[in-house]
């Protein structure tokens, strides 16, 4: 065995099989109303995960690909790296969704140079499959984007300051119709197939931040497959 390779990052031996990455032990979770930190449990991990939701309308071949996604994040817990694989496979689940979506697009179109998820989402987006207005959490979207724009500025005035800190209130933060009016699927459409692609050739990555990739693709196939009126 390589010795550069960490004890964490090996196959681990049947008496610990369950037992929590060491990593894990350093992921809390903030009270934003009144700023304590609490230990992350098994129990945040199955929640922040469990809360994405597939319509009924959804094939059951894609949605069983989606929960092995879910499922992996959730036993990202006990293996770190299941994180990264986790994100794969639920951007793989969107690709599969798109393929049995337009499968006859597909027939098409296949084995032509270029074809893949950013030519499949391209096609979804053009014929009105998938619309930014029918995104669910586009208007809290929007509020993140006008929270990271403030913090950049209170970072560069904190910089022009020559201080290393300084306090501000959520209520300080501004959305502007620019913010709302985003466009989200041009954004998608460029960042999701470079995510995808950067793990399909292999990637040493190791990131724990992968809702974000979650709430989009469950977003999304939920507007290729929407519920039944």
């Not at 469990?50 to 094939?59: G, Y």
């Not at 993140?144 to 022009?160: D, L, V």
């Not at 999701?192 to 724990?208: D, F, M, Q, T, V």
Request: hydrophobic fraction near 40%; charged fraction near 30%.
């Amino acid at each position: 065995m390589n010795q550069e390779i960490d004890v964490s990052d090996c196959l681990r031996a049947p008496d610990c099989v369950c037992d929590p990455d060491c990593r894990t032990k350093h992921l809390v979770k903030v009270e934003k109303r009144t700023g304590k930190v609490y230990s992350r449990v098994i129990e945040d991990q199955h929640s922040a995960i469990a809360c994405f939701k597939l319509n009924e309308t959804v094939p059951a071949s894609v949605a069983i690909h989606f929960e092995t996604a879910k499922n992996l994040y959730l036993y990202a817990w006990f293996i770190f790296r299941f994180y990264p694989v986790a994100e794969q496979q639920a951007l793989a689940s969107l690709e599969f969704a798109l393929r049995e979506r337009f499968s006859e697009f597909v027939k098409e179109h296949s084995g032509k140079r270029g074809f893949g998820l950013k030519k499949l989402l391209s096609h979804a987006i053009e014929n009105n499959y998938i619309r930014n207005e029918l995104f669910t959490t586009r208007e809290r979207w929007a509020w993140n984007r006008a929270e990271m724009r403030h913090s950049f500025e209170k970072m560069q005035e904190m910089m022009a300051a020559g201080i290393e800190s300084m306090e501000w209130s959520e209520s300080e933060v501004v959305v502007t119709q620019e913010d709302l009016d985003c466009d989200w699927l041009d954004i998608f459409q460029e960042v999701i197939p470079k995510i995808r692609n950067c793990y399909a050739h292999g990637s040493g990555e190791l990131k724990h931040t992968v809702l974000h990739t979650f709430e989009m693709v469950s977003e999304i196939i939920n507007q290729l497959y929407p519920k039944e009126i």
